[in-house]
């Protein structure tokens, strides 16, 4: 199963640029390479001009975190026209930028503050929930992974069957707790008669 990396930077220009190449080159068969940055600048010509030079292709993902909602917009709309197949994720402030920043494409938004005034009213109504919820997203002190299977990735022997078929918890102890199938509909907590189709992608939760 593949692990994934991600490279961090400042501002995702250069060094983060660089590296996520070189692992892609080296490692794109061990694990899945991501690189960002807190401060998102955009990329550097000249880590685009060695990059080129060592033939490696740039970034697959970018993070844009920057301050005020028109400069996300910004990187967004550049990053976007430099690679049509960049993944990207924008942060937003306002509201009203979203359908922007999905115009100018960016694939992801996410409002911090939106996320965090759920979690304080959650906190008051339901706080063994949060906490259940930190620690599957390893904020608490016990860890347990998400990982996300491709099910195109599956071997042959398993493909087409049925989730107790495959018999994932038997052998691993992890559990299948969603199913994105390749019409793009989610399944939450797939029964055990749930046929696993090629073209879809398994959430799997285990530690």
């Known amino acids: 199963m593949k692990k994934n990396i991600l490279?961090?930077?400042?501002?995702?220009?250069?060094?983060?640029?660089?590296?996520?190449g070189f692992l892609n080159e080296l490692?794109?068969?061990?694990?899945?390479?991501?690189s960002a940055?807190?401060?998102t600048h955009g990329l550097n010509?000249?880590?685009?001009?060695?990059?080129?030079?060592?033939?490696i292709d740039k970034a697959s993902a970018l993070i844009a975190v920057l301050g005020e909602d028109t400069d996300?917009?910004?990187v967004v709309l550049s990053a976007r026209q430099l690679n049509p197949k960049l993944t990207i994720i924008s942060r937003a402030i306002n509201e009203?930028?979203?359908?922007?920043?999905?115009?100018?494409g960016a694939d992801y938004i996410v409002r911090p503050e939106r996320i965090g005034g759920f979690y304080m009213a959650t906190?008051?109504?339901?706080?063994?929930?949060?906490?259940?919820?930190n620690i599957l997203s390893n904020m608490g002190s016990v860890t347990i992974d998400f990982e996300e299977v491709s099910t195109d990735e599956l071997k042959p022997e398993y493909q087409g069957m049925t989730i107790q078929e495959m018999n994932i918890r038997g052998l691993t102890g992890a559990n299948v707790i969603g199913i994105h199938d390749d019409s793009g509909r989610y399944i939450i907590n797939p029964g055990p008669q749930t046929l696993v189709r090629q073209g879809g992608k398994l959430v799997i939760l285990g530690d």
């Open 45 to 55: 010509p000249g880590a685009v001009s060695i990059m080129k030079e060592a033939g």
């Open 123 to 133: 906190l008051v109504s339901k706080p063994d929930a949060v906490e259940f919820f």
């Open 7 to 20: 490279v961090l930077c400042t501002g995702n220009s250069c060094r983060s640029q660089m590296a996520h």
């Open 72 to 74: 996300n917009l910004f």
């Open 96 to 104: 009203q930028v979203e359908r922007k920043l999905k115009r100018a």
């Open 27 to 34: 490692a794109s068969n061990y694990a899945t390479i991501y």
């Open 37 to 39: 940055g807190i401060e």
